[in-house]
């Protein structure tokens, strides 16, 4: 996982684009499911984007440790 790290720490704006994107991308799938009574994302890509979330939730969290 570090070598992950580093590539995303490496891009400059990758990590708000992981993590505001998949942010969106998940709430406009709860959205559809609850308003529009469809699947926008299948189960798949959902898990993947969840995944996402919480490792770049993760990653600040860790981040943060190390600052202080």
Sequence with gaps: MDK??????????????????????IICDT??????ERQFLNQYVQTLLTFTFFYMIYLAGKNLKKNK
């Design 4 to 25: 992950l790290e580093k590539l995303i720490y490496s891009v400059k704006y990758l990590p708000h684009v992981l993590y505001f994107g998949s942010l969106a991308l």
């Design 31 to 36: 959205y559809f499911y609850f308003i529009g």
